[in-house]
């Protein structure tokens, strides 16, 4: 509730309306004043809110799809996009790769990706639409560092039984070469898929479009 105001000298009688003088141009130019000030003032808060609720282009762009040429990435190799400002990794697996997704399934915390993000078209074992393309998030789910490709053998520096996957080099999250997670480290579910499309045998689309 506002305030009312009074003007000295022209305090109103408690039993009395008080109407100002119509013949007093300086109180009609107060009270115009007034008027036009505070409307203004409702209309400058108002913009910005309507503003915020209204999506920029930038806005769009950033969350709108991204296309990747997948045809030059050789076997075993993996490439890096950018989509939401998240790394998306583009795995080309070769045979050997997709065998140890069959043999670690006993080392892992969710092997058939019960508890884990991945579109319907990816719930199987590779995680994948087709098995010798993988496509993740690479942000580790436990504190968000992006892990590193460790190749299988003893060489990647996890023992010699190590059959080949991501190790988080912040706090030694292992995942698979299907993102999923192993038993007794800190993340709690496999690395996330996005949604993604083939748009030819050479090209895939990751996102969503934007309405």
């Not at 409307?39 to 950033?62: C, H, M, Q």
């Not at 799809?65 to 997948?70: G, K």
Request: proline residues 10%.
């Amino acid at each position: 509730m506002s305030a009312q105001h009074t003007i000295p000298g022209n305090t109103p009688d408690q039993h009395e309306s008080f109407t100002p003088h119509p013949e007093d141009p300086v109180r009609r130019r107060l009270l115009l004043a007034t008027a036009v000030v505070g409307g203004g003032g409702l209309i400058a808060t108002a913009v910005p809110f309507v503003d915020s609720l209204t999506p920029s282009a930038r806005a769009l762009a950033e969350g709108g799809p991204v296309e990747a040429d997948i045809s030059q990435i050789g076997p075993g190799e993996l490439k890096v996009i950018e989509w939401r400002k998240q790394p998306i990794w583009l795995l080309r697996r070769t045979p050997e790769m997709l065998a140890s997704l069959k043999t670690d399934e006993g080392l892992l915390s969710d092997p058939l990706s019960e508890k884990s993000i991945q579109p319907e078209s990816c719930a199987n074992i590779y995680r994948s639409q087709k098995p010798g393309l993988a496509v993740m998030i690479g942000i580790c789910t436990h504190l968000g560092c992006s892990p590193v490709l460790k190749p299988a053998g003893e060489a990647a520096g996890l023992g010699a039984d190590w059959p080949g996957g991501f190790l988080c080099p912040c706090h030694g999250s292992k995942f698979d070469l299907a993102g999923r997670v192993f038993r007794g480290v800190p993340a709690p579910t496999n690395l996330p898929v996005p949604v993604y499309e083939y748009l030819s045998d050479s090209v895939i689309r990751v996102g969503e479009k934007v309405a």
